[in-house]
């Protein structure tokens, strides 16, 4: 199982958009809708942003959006905020009860 | 509240082994996949495998199999995860995690555990 391909950093000022990658195959992306989201502070546990392909759990903001195209899944954050700064992983269900998650990307708000 | 609780920090030598255990409590332990993701010091995440707590069936990564063994006890809500045969790169934070609806929705303090000699 190789881990899922993401952009290793992105940034954006406060209020502006960006969108982070997650570029798997036809194996684990591309052949299930689910694919989740995590957000990691430093000495933190992750969170779960998104699940299940496009949904946010309860008390995620709605600035924070998912989709998918082919074997690549994408996160959208809206209105960044500087609490939004941290670092993201995507995560997919590979088939045979196996998971795989994304090499992370650090974003930084500006 | 879901709370998962796990063992403190740990520093072994090589060669050894190691065991993390997770408490859960707030939701019905029996009725939840339990997985085990580690990540080592500036690293991203990396699944290690799962324990399904109900009938203690088990599925690891691959790259474990041999070394990682996830048990139960549902007496005390406890899932366990012994690694073996350590080495230095072993050292890592290592979460418990419980899967939800096709995500991890409760993460586990983890527990850093250090392999140096």
């Known amino acids: 199982q190789s881990a899922l391909t993401q952009p290793a950093s992105v940034s954006g000022s406060p209020g502006q958009s960006i969108t982070i990658s997650c570029t798997g195959t036809s194996s684990d992306v591309g052949s299930y809708n689910l694919v989740s989201w995590y957000q990691q502070h430093p000495g933190k546990a992750p969170k779960v942003m998104i699940s299940?392909?496009?949904k946010r759990p309860s008390g995620v903001s709605n600035r924070f959006s998912a989709s998918k195209s082919g074997n690549t899944a994408s996160l959208t954050i809206s209105g960044l905020q500087a609490e939004d700064e941290g670092d993201y992983y995507c995560?997919?269900?590979?088939?045979?009860?196996?998971?795989?998650f994304g090499g992370g990307t650090k974003l930084t708000v500006l | 509240q879901v709370q998962l609780v796990q063992s403190g920090a740990e520093v072994k030598k090589p060669g050894a082994s190691v065991r993390v255990s997770c408490n859960a409590s707030?939701?019905?332990?029996?009725?939840?996949?339990m997985h085990w993701v580690r990540q080592a010091p500036g690293q991203g995440l990396e699944w290690m495998g799962w324990i399904n707590p109900n009938r203690g069936g088990t599925n690891y990564a691959q790259k474990f199999q041999g070394r990682v063994t996830m048990t139960r006890d549902t007496s005390i809500s406890t899932v366990y995860m012994d690694l073996t045969r350590l080495r230095s790169d072993d050292t890592a934070v290592y979460y418990c995690?419980?899967?939800?609806?096709?995500?991890?929705?409760?993460w586990g303090q983890g527990t850093l555990v250090t392999v140096s000699s």
């Open positions: 995690a419980r899967e939800g609806s096709g995500d991890f929705g409760y």
């Open positions: 707030g939701y019905t332990f029996t009725g939840y996949y």
């Open positions: 299940e392909g496009t």
């Open positions: 995560c997919s269900y590979a088939g045979s009860s196996t998971w795989v």
